[in-house]
């Protein structure tokens, strides 16, 4: 066992005194799954970040990646951890190139900040600027490219996470739908490998296959495969105008009508997500008095040119009736954007709210959506589960939060039970089932990232030759790598 | 083992049918649409996974090298079996598994003819939207081998994004499927690693592929210009404005010529370059789009800008652009393909030094290519039968693609690396990017069987 102090040492060396913080506040707040780390750093580049890998290979050391702590209780408890490398000060845009449509950041870089940058210069952004919230002594990008563009992904936590972690765990939200995931925008990447070698591939060009595709392979890695450092993304125009239309129904059978009616037709909406009433009602949306305070809501985004708009809002109306609707808003443009922003906001203010918040994904054929959606709802409610729960319809994606306290009644081995019988259905259903919300003492009884997936093998084949000591957060990813 | 031995155990998995050896067989699996040329000992065409799983597990017994060909369409040397050994050839396995509407995907074997694929999912209302020029020929294995781009891949992403599951063939033979039907299952993105892994990693015996709904409405332009400039200040000035047409391809006037030549789609001979400018999806805002682009046209002196009047128009324009390699080999014996691809605004400055190159080396450069993305297709038309030709346009590709890296691109925008570009990869890489992949290589293949020597260039001893 080295001294720690020798380590701490040979840390400031590398990043100055003051980026090496050891008090306690620091290394509490930065725990992963209550494993406190010797040491947090915030390196200010890549070449630090290199330096820093390059230490821990020879001391040992154990690392888990940071941006702004939106995704730590996203995996299972590491296997080890010594040092928590923070990208916060890697916070450089460094090519905004909005006539060839691509950007290029640092992994430390918000995604709010990227979409301000992008806004035109009366701030016509996809984040509806003037609401978003700062913290300390942060502050919202007011650098304008005046371009008009945006970077389209809409990720959890979309005022808060970074950019680094957005592509580590391949985070998408109910737009996925028109715009698929950032493995489908990213062009290229530069990051350190466990060796501390810095890798780059990919680039600026929107076609590319000119090696390996390591940009894909680094996407979703969830830091298991190094620190992603810089990252270029394509771009598209902002769409001319953007619509929410909101629908309550009184059955689950009347909501899913009207998803599954949309997709019989050759419209494009953005998402069309379908919820229960208290997922409605924790996004806390004033625009809608005739919502019954049970039953279902479905929102369907448009984003596209005005006339396209038009069209969809009106055909998609009509099926609602049809489907027999009970009440009806739309939300344009400016509360289009406040909407998202608070389905996106959503899973933050429930793990503030609620203690013992646990929070799965589940994925399966998009065909099965509604048996899965049914089954889930059923079965919570029938343990009488408070949950909240809605599905990217479309995507193949159910989401799951059980508002549930610490130290409560026994529900807990109930949640973990269900959570059993969940991840059986999605299963049957060609998927899994992962967790990304859990109290730290909770995780244990639970499969974080479902059933190990056919092609594991080739997964730790992979990870045994990139990080073959094992310092680059051992044991969080899937089967325990 | 010797190679007759070798035989017999192939015939033994595949049938004797299957496995072929005579002199003239070999030939013809020695070349691809590429330059280079070299012979396979033994070629065979299974008909299952399991039977190319029993190849695979023999040659890594063996250690013999090994590697998956479609229909060798591909233009960087990816099926040249440069260390000889076993050719796997995958015309057998070309069904169309099933068509699945409800989950909006394809199942298909390797072999299956991608324009074969799009044309069932079509009578459906479906697309697979990739669509390589060499779409009625190339295999979905192909093209998942070397993420096929293609004119569509403006508005709609290359291969890679339209791929949600393969099945693999390991180099020990083991059968395994990452990805499906569903998304986002958890573990690395292997599908994503695996497209446009050159057929290095493994071989795909099995693909899901995503389909969409086939677009409500097409708008096809065609935009005449009398400087390849204005055309190419065209392109930059669609995407700055915030325009993603569904296709922006150009070409210029050698390749008019050519084309004129075989196909007659009617392009104005004396025009220095045309643009292909199509725009889909609902109709509505389309018009509107439609009168920006050819705005944009005018203000870049356009000589003449017009909208194909029905399908018959915009499928003659269309038969001239798919048709330009085409036509071009029918007019010159040989024929190299560049693909340096470089960021949208460097269009009109790297095409203009390209012409400079072309000027320096004395040799005719066409181009024909996917102008929205940046990926340009200088043609270098010659012949190989005349001494020292073939250096000569070698050094003068490897020079374009300097050109396309120092401009901020990069040396293969859809071909692939293979073969050809193994030098010119120092041009993007530096030894730590080389030295990943390959350890990437070498966690799928250690042995180096899987076709070997492309890609990644032999690291450089120092001694």
Redesign the interface.
């Known amino acids: 066992m080295v001294d720690s102090k020798e380590i701490i040492d040979g840390l400031v060396k590398i990043v100055g005194r003051e980026f090496v913080k050891t008090n306690s506040e620091v290394v509490a707040e930065c725990a992963v799954d209550n494993i406190t780390p010797m040491a947090v750093l915030f390196p200010k580049n890549t070449q630090q970040v290199s330096e820093i890998l390059k230490f821990a290979n020879r001391e040992n050391l154990a690392i888990v990646p940071r941006g702004s702590g939106s995704k730590m209780s996203l995996g299972n408890p590491p296997k080890r951890l010594d040092l928590v490398v923070c990208t916060t000060r890697m916070n450089h845009m460094l090519d905004v190139d909005t006539a060839n449509l691509t950007i290029t950041v640092e992994a430390g870089v918000k995604f709010r900040d990227v979409q301000a940058r992008l806004a035109t210069e009366d701030d016509r952004c996809y984040l509806p600027l003037e609401d978003l919230v700062t913290e300390g002594d942060e502050f919202i990008c007011s650098d304008r490219s005046h371009s008009g563009c945006f970077l389209p992904i809409d990720p959890p936590c979309s005022e808060k996470a970074t950019m680094g972690g957005i592509v580590a765990a391949n985070s998408g939200g109910p737009r996925r739908l028109l715009y698929n995931l950032p493995r489908d925008h990213i062009l290229g990447v530069r990051f350190v490998a466990p060796s501390g070698e810095i890798v780059g591939a990919g680039g600026k060009t929107v076609k590319n296959v000119s090696g390996y595709d390591i940009s894909k392979l680094m996407t979703g890695s969830i830091g298991t495969l190094g620190i992603i450092c810089e990252m270029t993304f394509k771009l598209l125009p902002l769409p001319e105008q953007m619509e929410t239309l909101l629908f309550s129904f009184g059955t689950f059978s009347a909501a899913c009508d009207l998803a599954d009616r949309i997709f019989e037709t050759s419209l494009l909406p953005a998402a069309v997500e379908v919820m229960n009433a208290t997922a409605f009602a924790n996004l806390k949306i004033n625009a809608t008095p005739d919502f019954t305070s049970d039953g279902y809501v479905v929102a369907v985004a448009l984003e596209t040119f005005e006339d396209a708009v038009k069209r969809m809002a009106t055909e998609i109306r009509e099926m609602a009736r049809d489907c027999g609707a009970q009440g009806d808003a739309s939300l344009q443009n400016h509360s289009h954007l406040q909407y998202w922003m608070a389905v996106s906001s959503l899973d933050p203010i429930l793990a503030a709210r609620f203690s013992g918040l646990i929070k799965a994904k589940l994925n399966y054929r998009i065909s099965e959506w509604k048996d899965i959606f049914g089954f889930a709802h059923n079965t919570l409610s029938e343990n009488k589960l408070e949950h909240v729960i809605s599905a990217h319809a479309g995507c193949g994606i159910c989401t799951i939060s059980l508002l549930m306290n610490q130290g409560g009644n026994g529900s807990m081995d109930k949640a973990v039970e269900v959570m059993g019988q969940l991840l059986k259905r999605s299963r049957d259903a060609g998927g899994n089932l992962v967790i990304q919300y859990a109290p730290s003492a909770v995780k244990k009884h639970l499969s974080m990232w479902g059933e190990p997936p056919p092609d594991f093998a080739v997964l730790k084949r992979v990870k045994e030759q990139v990080d073959p000591s094992g310092i680059m957060s051992p044991g969080r990813f899937v089967g325990g790598l | 083992m010797d190679k007759q031995e070798l035989i017999e155990r192939l015939k033994e998995i595949v049938g004797p049918e299957n496995v072929l050896t005579s002199a003239m067989d070999l030939a013809l699996y020695s070349y691809d649409a590429s330059l280079d040329k070299a012979t396979p000992e033994v070629v065979v065409l299974p008909n299952s996974s399991e039977e190319v799983s029993k190849v695979m597990a023999l040659a890594y017994k063996e250690k013999i090298p090994i590697l998956g060909r479609g229909s060798a369409t591909n233009l960087t040397g990816g099926t040249i079996p440069v260390k000889g050994g076993i050719v796997v050839h995958f015309s057998r396995m070309n069904r169309i598994l099933e068509i699945?509407i409800?989950?909006?995907t394809a199942t298909v074997e390797p072999g299956v003819i991608t324009l074969d694929l799009q044309t069932e999912v079509l009578k459906k209302?479906f697309a697979y939207q990739p669509d390589p020029a060499s779409q009625k020929v190339s295999t979905i294995g192909g093209n998942i081998a070397?993420?096929a781009?293609g004119p569509h891949?403006?508005k709609y992403?290359?291969t890679?994004?339209h791929i949600m599951g393969l099945e693999?063939v390991?180099n020990d033979g083991?059968v395994?499927?990452?990805g499906?039907?569903?998304?986002?299952?958890?573990?690395?993105?292997?599908a994503?690693?695996f497209?446009?892994?050159?057929g290095t990693l493994g071989l795909v015996t099995k693909a899901i592929l995503k389909l969409e709904?086939?677009?409500?409405a097409v708008k096809t332009m065609l935009a005449i210009y009398d400087t390849i400039e204005d055309g190419a200040n065209t392109v930059?000035a669609i995407?700055?404005e915030?325009?993603?047409p569904a296709t922006l391809e150009m070409m210029d006037n050698p390749i008019m010529r050519a084309v004129e030549a075989s196909v007659k789609a009617g392009y104005s001979l004396d025009a220095a370059a045309v643009l292909i400018i199509e725009l889909d999806?609902?109709p509505?805002?389309m018009e509107?789009?439609a009168n920006k682009i050819m705005e944009i046209c005018r203000q870049n002196n356009v000589r003449e800008v017009k909208l194909a009047k029905d399908e018959t128009e915009r499928t003659v324009l269309w038969a001239g652009r798919k048709g330009a390699f085409g036509a071009v080999g029918q007019l010159y014996p040989s024929f190299l393909c560049c693909d340096g691809?470089?960021?949208?605004?460097k269009l009109p400055q790297v095409l203009s030094q390209v012409l400079e190159v072309g000027k320096k080396y004395d040799l005719t450069i066409g181009n024909v290519f996917?102008a929205g993305?940046?990926?340009l297709h200088p043609l270098i038309m010659f012949d190989e039968r005349i001494p020292d030709q073939k250096a000569k346009v070698l050094k003068a590709s490897s020079e374009i693609l300097k050109l396309c890296a120092d401009a901020?691109?990069?040396?293969?925008?859809?071909?692939?690396?293979g073969l050809e570009?193994l030098k010119e990869?120092s041009f993007?890489?530096?030894d730590?990017?080389?030295?990943?992949?390959r350890?990437?290589k070498?966690?799928?293949d250690p042995d180096d069987i899987i076709n070997p020597g492309k890609?990644?260039p032999e690291p450089v001893c120092t001694p």
Not at chain 2, 195 to 198: F, K, L, P, R, S
Not at chain 2, 408 to 417: K, L, R
């Open positions: 699945d409800p989950n909006r209302g070397e993420n781009g891949c403006l992403g290359v890679s994004n693999l390991l083991t395994v499927w990452t499906g039907k569903s998304r986002d299952n958890p573990g690395y993105d292997i994503g690693l497209v446009g892994c050159e709904r086939a677009p409500e930059s995407i700055a915030g325009i993603i999806g609902m509505e805002g509107e789009n691809t470089v960021p949208r605004t996917h993305d940046g990926n901020g691109g990069t040396i293969s925008g859809e071909h692939g690396v570009k990869t993007i890489f530096c730590n990017d080389l030295e990943f992949a350890g990437i070498k966690a799928f890609l990644i």
